[in-house]
């Protein structure tokens, strides 16, 4: 099936339509009329909101998105013939609907706060599980002790005993160490953590040897054996704890973690400035001003690709951002005294759920072009004829260039690494830059997906590619390269060093209208210290390209890396964490 048909479409499309504008026009103009014919009166505010977004308030642009997610989903699940696959998504996410709401009235309202910790320790919870699990009559899950505890409070009296028992074993689980140590992994026994700013991370201090140094309860450690992913984020039952934490705020417009978290205005003296952290951060919220608490309230509310379609419209390389970081989001959370809803675990779960499902990548892929929720930019701009040149295919040039395509623009991608091709039918591009049909891809782990620690360096994706080891899934970067390459307005050469192979000069001389530096920090910083350079000492973010792109990662590559132990890191930022780690 070269770029075979879509499984469902009155239009008569096939994939490859869905990267052209013309196909995209035809796409949203059927979306148009199945929404007219369930909803008329919603599909005529969309074509005002389109008209005119700017005359949309926050909360209206917030309430429209809200009610077009359903629809939205319901027509990609149609389009694309998973219609089962997304209704059992959508029951996957009811299904646990009662962890969450027994987790708030029940343990923490009723026995986090009904019993004390230390009499919490005396209460026997090994026996009250074994009591509970009869009870049950299936063996015991948090799950399970939710489900039964909402169906025993329908029938309170009935069920006092039971009810006795399921609250002091609550109070068990969630004060108690022994009860923490059963629950580490869950979700139902857990309260958000108090905020101490001197404290954020609970580290065992140690001066025996005349000086202080600083580790990690034994709990807490995660070997690195090899080069895989040890941080693979959270599941769904995570990132809906996380969805239903959040107080979808932007009902009230306070969705700080959005907007930023602001100074009460004083009177008479304007605006109100953006309030700082304890350290001095200022509290701006998310650079991209991404809807947050709306996509927190379609994830749980079931509609997992509404959700990522409100994500997509300020995010759309969504699958850059990662689980751990960009993190202002968190740092300007209403909850400034507790801790934060993880805003980018909850994110990164939503895109993944989506990925997962059948024809997943292409569901994403499209949402990157043709978007109903983005009213501003529903479908990619008519072509303008300028052509731009991108230095640098890492994170800044990656999303530059696709800004710059719905824009209207051609775009050419250079990068100083070797940037290996892709096979033609994933990439849609052929010997010698040729456009080729593409095959669709169904099954995303099992056409797309490498073993992390035995993959190619592709060397696409800047630091990307060489840094941000165990905190990020590096086959998100042949997802966002496929986002960008399969579109015929892009073009992507690797080996070309901007003012070396190719200088500006060159660029204009070649008929570029732009030309767009997106070459990351520069130079490594070079300490000034005595021998700073001597045998053994290397600058982090070289360490970190030596051992990644030799191959001297990887068990079977006769690439030579020596490292000598114990190893001291200058620095505490991200790139200093992963030569701590990798080393």
Not at 1 to 15: D, E, K, N, Q
Not at 178 to 204: M, T
Not at 537 to 551: E, H, I
Request: charged fraction near 25%; hydrophobic fraction near 40%.
């Amino acid at each position: 099936m070269a770029a075979g048909h879509i499984p469902v479409t009155a239009s008569g499309l096939v994939f490859g339509d869905l990267y052209r504008h013309e196909g995209l026009l035809a796409l949203d103009r059927e979306f148009l009329a199945e929404l007219g014919s369930a909803d008329d009166a919603l599909r005529e505010q969309v074509v005002r909101a389109r008209a005119a977004p700017s005359a949309l308030a926050p909360k209206q642009e917030s309430d429209l998105l809200l009610a077009l997610a359903p629809h939205l989903e319901r027509f990609i699940a149609r389009l694309f013939g998973i219609e089962a696959e997304v209704r059992a998504l959508a029951a996957r996410h009811r299904e646990l609907a009662p962890l969450h709401a027994v987790k708030r009235q029940f343990v923490q309202r009723k026995a986090m706060h009904g019993i004390k910790p230390q009499d919490a320790q005396g209460i026997d919870g090994p026996a009250l599980r074994i009591e509970l699990e009869r009870a049950f009559g299936e063996p015991f899950s948090e799950l399970a002790f939710a489900r039964h505890v909402t169906r025993w409070q329908q029938d309170e009296p009935g069920n006092a005993a039971h009810l006795d028992r399921a609250l002091r074993y609550a109070a068990w689980a969630a004060h108690s160490s022994e009860g923490r140590k059963q629950h580490r992994s869950g979700v139902l026994f857990k309260a958000p953590a108090k905020l101490d700013p001197q404290r954020l991370i609970p580290v065992v201090t140690d001066a025996s040897a005349g000086f202080k140094s600083h580790r990690l309860d034994g709990a807490h450690r995660r070997r690195r054996e090899g080069f895989k992913l040890t941080d693979p984020g959270t599941d769904l039952v995570g990132a809906l704890d996380e969805a239903n934490y959040c107080i979808w705020c932007h009902e009230q417009d306070k969705d700080s973690c959005s907007k930023g978290l602001k100074e009460k205005a004083a009177a008479g003296r304007g605006a109100a400035s953006f309030r700082k952290s304890p350290f001095g951060v200022t509290l701006a919220g998310c650079p991209l001003d991404e809807k947050i608490s709306e996509f927190q309230h379609a994830k749980a509310a079931g509609n997992a690709l509404g959700a990522l379609a409100i994500i997509v419209v300020d995010n759309p390389m969504v699958a850059a951002t990662g689980h751990r970081i960009c993190n202002d989001c968190m740092k300007s959370c209403i909850y400034q005294k507790q801790e934060p809803v993880n805003i980018p675990q909850a994110e990164t779960r939503t895109l993944k759920d989506a990925l997962e499902l059948p024809w997943g990548f292409e569901i994403y892929s499209l949402l990157t072009r043709w978007n109903p929720l983005n009213l501003r930019t529903p479908w990619p701009r008519p072509a303008t004829g300028k052509r731009v040149l991108v230095a640098g295919m890492g994170p800044a040039g990656i999303a530059l260039a696709h800004y710059l395509m719905n824009d209207g623009h051609s775009v050419v991608g250079i990068d100083g690494l070797k940037i290996e091709p892709l096979p033609p039918e994933l990439s849609s591009v052929g010997p010698g830059g040729s456009r080729v049909p593409f095959r669709p891809i169904r099954n995303i782990k099992e056409e797309l997906y490498e073993a992390l620690d035995t993959r190619i360096m592709a060397g696409f994706g800047g630091v990307a590619e060489y840094g941000i080891t165990v905190r990020w899934d590096k086959n998100f970067l042949k997802v966002i390269r496929l986002l960008l390459e399969r579109r015929a307005e892009f073009a992507l050469f690797g080996g070309v060093r901007f003012g070396g192979t190719l200088t500006a000069d060159d660029a204009f001389e070649l008929g570029f209208d732009h030309v767009a530096l997106a070459i990351g920090a520069g130079k490594p910083t070079v300490l000034d210290l005595p021998n700073g350079l001597a045998r053994g000492v290397r600058t982090a973010s070289d360490f970190l390209m030596a051992l990644q792109l030799t191959g001297a990662a990887k068990t079977d590559s006769l690439a030579n890396m020596q490292l000598r132990l114990p190893v001291v890191v200058v620095g505490g930022g991200l790139t200093a964490i992963d030569t701590a780690t990798e080393s």
